[in-house]
């Protein structure tokens, strides 16, 4: 099975911290993709990225940033957290060479910031 | 991505089949129909994907009318671990392209 896991599942950090969440997959895809979610707004993507040391912007990148040093590593960064980031947090994976190209999630970290 | 419509929430007995709806009038020749689920504080699941013909795996099977407009998801027989988001989602087969989730149908599996 495919196997998404994310370094916490809750974590509590103060306004202007640098925050990190890490996300690892073992299927060996291509692709990666950070998402938040908050309540009626559904998913919204906030970086990918289709290769090492590749990314590229989603719908609301602004406040984020992106590392891919590892295909199977894919880290998020907030290098000034702010209150309006708290959120649930959800990386992803897919591979083209993988049939449907579904995406396969983590578990999600529930990110609150005071 | 085409958008979808969905009913914001369904209810289901459990034992029955849940029929869930979603229109997507604006596909495209190329894009595929994908079912996804979530259940309360975990990451969304795969369900299904088709283009334009039946589809039926071990979760669910997907019903895409003729025109393409609007599809249906069938539970076959619901349990209350069935109880969850269900999202429909239009998007074309390859790439890196990301998943509009949209908010979706919620529902809940009577006992």
């Known amino acids: 099975d495919v196997k998404v896991t994310q370094s916490s599942r809750y974590l509590v950090k103060r306004t202007g911290e640098k925050v990190f969440l890490e996300c690892v997959q073992d299927?060996?895809?291509?692709?990666m993709f950070w998402y938040r979610q908050d309540p009626g707004l559904g998913l919204r993507l906030i970086y990918f990225?289709?290769?090492?040391?590749?990314?590229e912007k989603g719908d609301i990148p602004e406040g984020y940033s992106v590392s891919r040093e590892k295909k199977e590593r894919f880290s998020l960064i907030l290098e000034s957290a702010s209150t309006n980031q708290t959120s649930m947090y959800l990386c992803?994976?897919?591979?083209?060479?993988?049939?449907?190209?579904?995406?396969?999630f983590g578990p999600g970290t529930r990110l609150t910031v005071l | 991505d085409a958008k979808t419509t969905q009913p914001p929430s369904m209810d289901c007995a459990e034992g029955r089949a849940a029929n869930l709806p979603c229109n997507h009038s604006?596909?495209?020749?190329?894009?595929?129909v994908y079912w996804y689920r979530q259940i309360h504080s975990q990451g969304p699941q795969y369900i299904i994907h088709?283009?334009?013909n039946n589809e039926t795996n071990e979760m669910a099977s997907l019903i895409i009318t003729e025109d393409r407009k609007s599809s249906t998801l069938i539970l076959p027989h619901a349990t209350l671990r069935d109880t969850a988001v269900y999202y429909c989602?239009?998007?074309?087969?390859?790439?890196?392209?990301?998943?509009?989730f949209g908010t979706g149908t919620r529902l809940t599996v009577i006992p």
């Open positions: 992803a994976s897919s591979s083209p060479r993988a049939g449907g190209n579904e995406q396969f």
């Open positions: 299927m060996d895809h291509e692709n």
């Open positions: 990225s289709y290769d090492v040391k590749m990314k």
């Open positions: 604006t596909i495209s020749g190329n894009e595929y």
């Open positions: 088709g283009l334009k």
């Open positions: 989602i239009v998007r074309i087969l390859t790439g890196a392209n990301n998943l509009f």
